[in-house]
């Protein structure tokens, strides 16, 4: 029989304050945010920390929901994974999200250059794309990745898992500092 238990004693251990993995809807990423922001209010942390955090996260699970590519595997159909954890100098916010292999290219590229760029440098990439930019099929642009690092002030770190020639699945992790410099 399975140990909840366990399971319950390795998040707490962990610090984690929410963990989903499944199928998102719209209703659904409201109900969690509002989870995820309930659980910081609770902490007794910072306004400012609190607003980054959830800013963070707002910007990753949207990230995740709306760039998650079909795989016909039940295993990994449709289905985002999400944690929100703490250390002791960071807040993390990680997700996990599968997409089309012939994808992985171009987004490790996107991420390794914007995360060389100066804040200057990324604020005016920013302001450049917002201006000039067309979208993409999935109404991205690389913004969201740009805001996941203004907003926490830190590069991304990321992995990408083959699963087969045609799926990778990508990993994402966004940590906000505790405190700030």
């Given at each position: 029989m399975v140990n909840l238990h366990k399971y319950y004693f390795d998040m707490v251990q962990e610090n984690i304050l929410v963990l989903f993995k499944g199928y998102v809807t719209p209703d659904l990423l409201s109900a969690i945010l509002e989870i995820a922001e309930q659980k910081l209010e609770e902490l007794g942390e910072a306004?400012?920390?609190?607003?980054?955090?959830?800013?963070?996260?707002?910007e990753a699970f949207q990230n995740a929901y709306n760039h998650v590519d079909e795989i016909e595997n039940p295993l990994y159909k449709n289905s985002?994974?999400?944690?929100?954890g703490r250390d002791e100098d960071f807040y993390y916010v990680m997700t996990g999200n599968c997409m089309y292999a012939n994808r992985v290219d171009k987004l490790k590229s996107n991420i390794e250059e914007i995360n060389g760029l100066s804040k200057e440098e990324l604020k005016e990439r920013y302001m450049n794309v917002m201006a000039n930019e067309g979208f993409s099929e999935k109404g991205g642009a690389g913004l969201g990745l740009m805001d996941l690092i203004r907003k926490s002030g830190r590069p991304l770190e990321?992995?990408?898992t083959p699963i087969n020639e045609n799926y990778?699945?990508?990993s994402l992790?966004?940590?906000?500092p505790v405190q700030e410099s």
């Amino acid at each position: 029989m399975v140990n909840l238990h366990k399971y319950y004693f390795d998040m707490v251990q962990e610090n984690i304050l929410v963990l989903f993995k499944g199928y998102v809807t719209p209703d659904l990423l409201s109900a969690i945010l509002e989870i995820a922001e309930q659980k910081l209010e609770e902490l007794g942390e910072a306004k400012r920390i609190q607003k980054k955090v959830y800013n963070v996260l707002v910007e990753a699970f949207q990230n995740a929901y709306n760039h998650v590519d079909e795989i016909e595997n039940p295993l990994y159909k449709n289905s985002v994974i999400l944690s929100v954890g703490r250390d002791e100098d960071f807040y993390y916010v990680m997700t996990g999200n599968c997409m089309y292999a012939n994808r992985v290219d171009k987004l490790k590229s996107n991420i390794e250059e914007i995360n060389g760029l100066s804040k200057e440098e990324l604020k005016e990439r920013y302001m450049n794309v917002m201006a000039n930019e067309g979208f993409s099929e999935k109404g991205g642009a690389g913004l969201g990745l740009m805001d996941l690092i203004r907003k926490s002030g830190r590069p991304l770190e990321y992995n990408f898992t083959p699963i087969n020639e045609n799926y990778s699945y990508f990993s994402l992790c966004v940590r906000v500092p505790v405190q700030e410099s």
